[in-house]
């Protein structure tokens, strides 16, 4: 038993723990690639939510800027009709005329009237100081011709306050005679954030076509063109109205994601500005509500496949113990055909030293050269559960043909066909008996002929072994009551079968025969050295 355990050694298969590492390292990828896949898809949801938060912001900016400026943009007009065209005055009658005109403004909105110099003539303001808007540059911007125009972000010389102007050119006859304004405070981009609640530190703001901040929320300290930010140098010139993501805002350097929308009729562009860590919110707390719930369930996960690595290295480990032991059988048969293999060669040896006649000695070692044949096949193919005996019948048929003199032809065609191991020692014996018939009687006088040898099989779990010479054949009383015709006889019986002569053009041995199709296991098993 010592050289089988050698011989078993390089090929018992301990459990391995890197077949385990492999499986934990498997299942762990495939639980962080299930989370990566739930963080990009819930990063990619806060992503797009913001963007259509920061686009529709911008559009709800831009309806209300529309009607507010073409609200105040009226009231300018009515103010204009009701200055007739005398000269401006800062008269009792002339203020109640434009209150009048001017109607109900929103609360904050203060309307003035400035002269041709820039000097304030009529103010809603109950009581306000002389005030001189002359170097202002939208003043300049309608007393050179320019008929409604709306200032940058500016601090509001009646009133103290940052505001934002709108602005009509007064004219009569083609002669400027002033302007009318509306200021109107930042407190009323502060209501439209607020109603918004993008968060604190997003933005709204209102700008012009040439770059300059018209108002804002949070406010700015001091006037900010930002034509060449990339709204200006990118966005603007591709759609009047989208989303983008700005890494650094212009005016204080936070990244947000811009929805922006051109105003209507104005040449106006409303903007939201969503803050990228606001933006984000919605993704960390759909993250932490995921953890909450995935944690106790990826643990679950962990700890069934703990169980599962248990279970499959006990399995694996009873496996190896029924293959280290179907290997050690194994091995045990081939040493006993070995064995029984090398005593049938002894056995042949001592033949061959016995004073018998010549003919019973050839005969009584083909036999046992058969049965070494059937032995040899085994043991060296591990074929112990069924024998492919196609190869091992043509070696044998090949083996009894050079055993004799002569030039006979062979002609071998045995299809891959399966007996069981105790059916192979017959089926081997048969052949010899039936191949060693042919060259004794067919070929004896001549020395020339052919042999032919076919096996097939049906399908449906028979054989048919057929060896045919072209000699001159048998007699009707030939083959019955020799020695090798009850071999012949008793070893057909015990492979379960049937046999006949045939003699036409020859003698013809047809057996059939129990047998399987040998599978492609059996046949790639042949190795014959």
């Not at 060449?228 to 009047?240: A, G, H, K, V, Y």
Request: charged share 20%; glycine share 8%.
């Amino acid at each position: 038993m010592g050289e089988a355990e050698k011989a078993l050694e390089p090929k018992r298969k301990l459990a391995r723990p890197a077949t385990l590492v492999a499986f934990a390292a498997l299942f762990f990828s495939a639980v962080m690639a299930l989370v990566a896949l739930m963080v990009w898809q819930n990063y990619r949801a806060a992503v797009t939510a913001g963007e259509a938060r920061a686009l529709a912001s911008a559009h709800v900016v831009a309806a209300h800027v529309e009607w507010m400026f073409a609200a105040s943009d009226q009231a300018l007009r009515r103010i204009d009709d009701a200055l007739g065209d005398g000269p401006l005055s800062d008269d009792a009658p002339s203020i109640k005329d434009i209150t009048q005109a001017v109607g109900d403004l929103p609360v904050g909105f203060e309307y003035s009237v400035f002269d041709d110099a820039g000097i304030l003539r009529l103010s809603s303001l109950e009581r306000s100081e002389t005030t001189r808007i002359g170097d202002r540059d939208y003043f300049r911007s309608l007393k050179d011709g320019k008929t409604v125009i709306v200032s940058p972000q500016l601090s509001d010389r009646l009133t103290g306050s940052t505001a934002f102007v709108i602005a009509r050119r007064i004219a009569r006859n083609g002669v400027f005679r002033g302007v009318a304004s509306i200021a109107i405070p930042l407190a009323r981009i502060n209501q439209f954030w607020s109603s918004m609640a993008l968060g604190p530190h997003s933005t709204v703001s209102i700008v012009r076509e040439d770059g300059w901040v018209v108002a804002r929320h949070p406010s700015i300290a001091k006037p900010l063109n930002i034509a060449s930010s990339p709204l200006f140098t990118t966005w603007l010139p591709q759609s009047p109205s989208g989303v983008y993501h700005n890494a650094a805002s212009p005016a204080d350097g936070r990244g947000r994601i811009v929805g922006y929308w051109r105003v209507e009729g104005w040449p106006l562009v409303a903007i939201a500005g969503v803050d990228d860590s606001e933006a984000m919110e919605m993704f960390w707390s759909g993250l932490r509500s995921q953890f909450v719930l995935g944690l106790p369930l990826v643990f679950l996960l962990l700890l069934s496949a703990t169980w599962i690595a248990r279970l499959l290295r006990a399995y694996a480990l009873r496996n190896e113990e029924l293959e280290l032991s179907i290997e050690q059988n194994n091995f045990l048969l081939r040493e006993i055909h070995h064995r029984v293999k090398n005593n049938l060669q002894a056995v042949s040896a001592l033949v061959r030293l016995q004073p018998l006649p010549e003919t019973a000695r050839t005969d009584m070692i083909r036999r046992i050269s058969a049965m070494v044949a059937v032995h040899e096949q085994i043991y060296r193919n591990d074929q112990f559960a069924d024998v492919e005996v196609a190869a091992y019948a043509e070696r044998l048929i090949r083996e009894i043909a050079a055993g004799y003199p002569g030039a006979v032809d062979l002609d071998v065609a045995l299809e891959p066909v399966a007996v069981k191991p105790d059916h192979a020692l017959p089926l081997g014996l048969i052949i010899n008996e039936v191949v060693s018939n042919a060259f004794k009687h067919a070929f004896a006088i001549t020395g020339r002929g052919r042999l032919t040898a076919r096996l097939t099989h049906d399908g449906a779990g028979r054989a048919c072994l057929t060896i045919a010479d072209d000699g001159p054949g048998l007699p009707a009383e030939v083959g019955r009551g020799g020695m090798g015709s009850r071999l012949i006889g008793g070893f057909v019986a015990q492979l379960g079968g049937s046999y006949r002569y045939e003699s036409e053009g020859g003698t013809r041995f047809v057996m059939e025969f129990p047998a399987m199709a040998a599978s492609p296991a059996e046949q790639g098993a042949l190795s014959w050295s």
